[in-house]
């Protein structure tokens, strides 16, 4: 019965390292925006992440920029990083608001991932996709080109502006604590085993 009962227990143990990487993973999105009907024309790629008074602190990492993007930008709020490397915004403050110049005419895209899900006792937050001409109006599209809603205890929420943006969940990508909390785990167990054989 011994053995059963270790059996029971590591399967348990196991168990619980999967559903904790399950947990500490983010969805990966790519983004994808299409601006051939705005040929020969420059503007803004606009990203605005706002959460309510009492949402979860959330950041959203936007990373492998591709397209005409030049070097002009400016940033407000929570904003740090950059386009070559990875750009995050947080939604804590009241207005958090990175904007990138590009020409536009061909193809831009980038990936964007959220460091958490929202909690289920959290308020939502939003971060939205525009294109802004340099007065900081809506360049083409009537609003919004793409909007991802961080809904408390929930997948989030997607949408899109179908003439110019199209949106592919690429995977669940782990984060590095979850990383380290499965190495943790095994290092445990084969702990225990050696400890059993000694």
């Given amino acids: 019965m011994s053995i059963l009962n270790k059996l029971s227990a590591r399967l348990l143990f196991a168990l619980m390292l999967a559903c904790g990487m399950a947990q500490a993973s983010a969805e990966s999105y790519h983004v994808s925006i299409d601006t051939s009907t705005l040929a020969e024309q420059e503007g803004y790629v606009d990203f605005l992440f706002l959460g309510l008074a009492n949402a979860d602190p959330v950041q959203a990492r936007l990373s492998n920029f591709a397209g005409d993007f030049t070097s002009s930008s400016f940033a407000q709020g929570q ?83 179908a003439a110019y943006a199209t949106v592919s969940n690429v995977s669940a990508v782990p984060e590095p604590a979850a990383y380290l909390m499965l190495a943790a785990g095994l ?3 084969a702990g225990l085993r050696n400890r059993r054989r000694l």
């Fill in 79 to 161: 904003v740090a990083g950059s386009l070559a490397s990875q750009l995050t915004i947080g939604n804590g403050d009241a207005w958090n608001e990175f904007a990138q110049w590009a020409r536009l005419g061909g193809m831009l895209s980038f990936d964007v991932s959220f460091s958490q899900p929202m909690g289920s006792g959290s308020a939502g937050a939003t971060l939205s996709v525009a294109l802004l001409d340099a007065g900081l109006n809506y360049l083409g599209a009537s609003g919004d080109i793409a909007t991802f809603a961080l809904l408390p205890a929930a997948v989030t929420a997607v949408s899109t502006d």
């Fill in 187 to 189: 290092l445990l167990m």
